[in-house]
């Protein structure tokens, strides 16, 4: 009887922490790559649309997508206990970064055109000290090249199980494959990938 009771208290628990955040799936448009692009999106608890709210903008791992979040992670919580609104976007396996050939520029897509659609839709604070970017692996490198690259937008980097270096064999092999990067693609980004050298080579992938 005891175990059911508990049981009870346990689900009552998760239904309350269930609707202290609102979860939406949106499309943002990126003109820069003529698509568009889908993003899940986080408000925090209690949302209020005269209130500025903080934001982190979370980068998913290779091969991952934009929900990723959602379900590997303790997200939600970290939202409601921050009144933090968080923002997911699709990365694709590009590493969040300018792929010419392909027509793909994820980098400026997160930094420039999410960021500004977002601010237009939600109540966010566009505050360089508000306004964080962080993520896992891929995500981890994303993050940290378009932070140090937009260092006037985010004020905070949060890199998880970093990838900052692609000549390991294992990712040479599959980045290399037939779905993946062009060698000469491959032979730049790897050049970025050390990690003291994503920031000092961040001017010349963007041209800022």
């Known amino acids: 009887m005891k175990r059911y009771i508990l049981l009870a208290f346990a689900i009552a628990a998760f239904s309350i922490n269930a609707s202290a955040f609102k979860e939406k799936e949106i499309q943002v448009r990126s003109e820069k790559m003529n698509k568009d692009v889908p993003v899940t999106v986080i408000t925090p608890d209690g949302y209020k649309k005269n209130k500025e709210y903080p934001v982190i903008y979370l980068l998913h791992?290779?091969?991952?997508?934009e929900e990723d979040w959602l379900y590997g992670s303790h997200i939600f919580k970290l939202a409601r206990d921050n009144n933090l609104a968080v923002v997911m976007p699709a990365g694709e396996n590009s590493?969040?970064?300018n792929q010419k050939r392909k027509g793909v520029d994820y980098g400026r897509f997160v930094a420039e055109e999410l960021v500004k659609a977002t601010r237009r839709m939600l109540p966010l604070s566009d505050k360089r000290e508000d306004t964080f970017i962080g993520g896992l692996s891929m995500g981890a490198f994303g993050s940290l090249l378009l932070g140090s690259s937009f260092a006037d937008?985010?004020?905070?980097?949060?890199g998880l199980s970093g990838v900052y270096d692609l000549r390991n064999p294992v990712f040479k092999q599959v980045l290399l494959s037939p779905t993946g990067f062009e060698k000469e693609y491959y032979d730049d980004l790897c050049s970025m990938l050390i990690f003291d050298a994503v920031i000092y080579n961040s001017d010349r992938h963007f041209g800022n």
């Open 95 to 97: 590493f969040y970064t």
């Open 61 to 65: 791992g290779f091969s991952g997508c």
């Open 153 to 158: 937008t985010f004020g905070a980097i949060i």
